[in-house]
């Protein structure tokens, strides 16, 4: 005869196995009365509510049985299968951090998503193929332990002693206080105050070869940096002059004010195909762009 110990860790493994139970399929394994069987669903009820919060045990009307019902803190299946696409798009990461990270992300799948489908076989066929030719970008660095140390010292308020590789492969050592940390054109990048130029410059994340941090300093006068005002302005991550540019636009519309979140369309001539845009933008990632349009941009 089974104890009531034993009959509830069976019965919560099988929940969060993602299995629907009956209390009269219990009862019969156990040979117990289904009064008991309720009891045993109670006390493990109690159990989630202590021990993992936001995990509830729910009665399904329909299939007459029990199930688990998914905590705020994992994902449904098309949430984690967007994120991978955004991912693998993105070709940030090195393979190995990137497939890790798909790991992660596919054991977020939701207890209820995986009671009534088997997300694992429904996702892998729609990635394998991008994930087998997955090619990241050139510089093949590992890049999820020091984004998380950087913004750590964003928090802290933390300066920071780097060894930096510019463009040229030439390495110098830069003090900088890092104040936000943003992704743009595969790459990204930190942010920070660089005391000796008295103003905030973009140091590529993956050219970072070393960096130490020196103690907090809570006496920085420093405003926080809204990088969500930054992105308005800025289209790639060169630093410039923010200015009011007009320019008459002969591509799609829809492609313009993507780029330019915050454009005022003052004139469209829909049979002509051109509008009249005024952009309030750093002057020097804007030009990237206008002459990646050549003929499409006219001022």
């Not at 196995?17 to 069987?37: C, E, M, P, Y």
Request: aromatic share 12%; hydrophobic share 40%.
């Amino acid at each position: 005869m089974t104890s009531s110990a034993q009959r509830q860790l069976y019965i919560l493994m099988q929940l969060l196995a993602g299995i629907s139970l009956t209390k009269s399929n219990l009862a019969l394994k156990f040979s117990a009365d289904q009064r008991t069987i309720q009891r045993d669903l109670a006390s493990v009820r109690n159990f989630l509510t202590d021990y993992q919060p936001g995990t509830e045990i729910t009665y399904d009307h329909i299939k007459k049985g029990y199930y688990l019902v998914k905590p705020p803190h994992l994902l449904a299946e098309n949430a984690v299968l967007t994120l991978i696409k955004i991912l693998l798009a993105s070709r940030a990461l090195n393979k190995e951090e990137t497939q890790n990270t798909i790991q992660q992300l596919l054991a977020l799948i939701s207890v209820q998503e995986a009671r009534q489908v088997k997300p694992l076989i429904q996702i892998k066929p729609l990635i394998q193929n991008e994930l087998a030719n997955y090619t990241p970008v050139q510089h093949q660095q590992v890049l999820l332990a020091p984004l998380w140390d950087f913004s750590q010292y964003i928090l802290r308020l933390q300066v920071v002693k780097i060894t930096y590789q510019r463009q040229h492969r030439e390495l110098v050592n830069r003090t900088i206080q890092p104040r936000a940390i943003v992704f743009s054109e595969f790459y990204f990048y930190v942010i920070a105050y660089n005391s000796h130029y008295d103003q905030n410059l973009f140091y590529r994340l993956d050219r970072i070869q070393k960096y130490s941090p020196l103690p907090p300093n809570t006496d920085q006068k420093l405003p926080r940096f809204k990088e969500g005002e930054l992105r308005k302005f800025l289209q790639y991550m060169y630093p410039g002059k923010l200015q009011t540019i007009k320019f008459k636009y002969y591509g799609i519309l829809e492609a313009a004010l993507d780029r330019f979140p915050i454009a005022r369309v003052l004139t469209y001539d829909s049979k002509k195909g051109w509008a009249l845009l005024e952009v309030k933008v750093y002057d020097q990632g804007a030009l990237t762009w206008f002459l990646s349009q050549g003929e499409l941009v006219q001022f």
